[in-house]
């Protein structure tokens, strides 16, 4: 079965610091990946999601990208980041058949 | 476009007290449903799926819900929580068809806290 593995768990970081958080997923080839940011107290924002190696699809504008180096690699980034992006940022990866969602662990990211 | 609508944004319960978390949701085409559960500071995990077949679905820790095509709602229930159910419930569908294929969408999560 499938692992995904997110890191770091936590990070507290400066506005206007850059970004970088990695997903990495075991037991499976070629998946659909997906970055979610969760506020607090609210529900899932998808913020990008991919179908393959270098194959990015945005949901919505803003200064966070991403990016698939490899099969089972998908990197969130940000070159400054803004209060706004603060929250629980959730990789996750979709079966192809019965679209069922599997979630990493999640990265709690606090900008200050 | 598909929306979901999860009813209450929190559900207090006593402890052995049957539950009951509602979701409603819209789509032009068909959709496969689920219900996925968030303890604190974790990500989804599914609790039950609706793809097809008996509009009656079990999953995880005594947890079912009845897809109702009509009402365009899919409820969560479990007849006796416990302190342990006490965490984020979403409802989210995936549409089957058109461009949109395969994109899901959440609601905004039903916060169940299982008071003793």
């Known amino acids: 079965s499938q692992t995904i593995h997110q890191w770091p768990a936590t990070l507290v970081q400066p506005v206007g610091s850059p970004l970088s958080l990695e997903c990495t997923v075991e037991?499976?080839?070629?998946?659909?990946l997906y970055w979610y940011r969760q506020a607090a107290g609210r529900g899932l924002q998808l913020l990008f999601y991919?179908?393959?190696?270098?194959?990015i699809s945005s949901e919505v504008p803003q200064n966070l990208s991403a990016s698939r180096p490899q099969d089972r690699q998908f990197i969130l980034s940000s070159k400054k980041l803004l209060l706004s992006d603060s929250g629980f940022y959730l990789c996750a990866l979709k079966d192809s058949i019965s679209y069922e969602q599997y979630f990493g662990p999640g990265t709690r990211l606090t900008v200050t | 476009a598909q929306s979901v609508t999860q009813l209450d944004s929190q559900v207090p319960v006593f402890e052995e007290a049957p539950v009951e978390l509602r979701c409603n949701y819209s789509?032009?085409?068909?959709?496969?449903l689920f219900w996925y559960v968030q303890y604190p500071n974790q990500g989804l995990q599914l609790l039950l799926k609706?793809?097809?077949?008996?509009?009656l679905v079990k999953g995880i820790n005594g947890f079912e819900a009845e897809f109702n095509k009509s009402q365009t709602s899919f409820h969560l229930r479990k007849p006796s929580v416990h302190i342990s159910d006490t965490a984020e419930y979403f409802c989210?569908?995936?549409?089957?068809?058109?461009?949109?294929?395969?994109?899901?969408?959440f609601g905004d999560g039903t916060t169940l806290t299982v008071k003793p």
């Open positions: 037991g499976t080839s070629n998946p659909n």
């Open positions: 609706y793809l097809s077949g008996s509009t």
């Open positions: 789509s032009s085409v068909s959709v496969y």
């Open positions: 989210a569908v995936t549409q089957l068809y058109n461009t949109n294929a395969g994109k899901s969408t």
């Open positions: 991919s179908v393959g190696i270098g194959q």
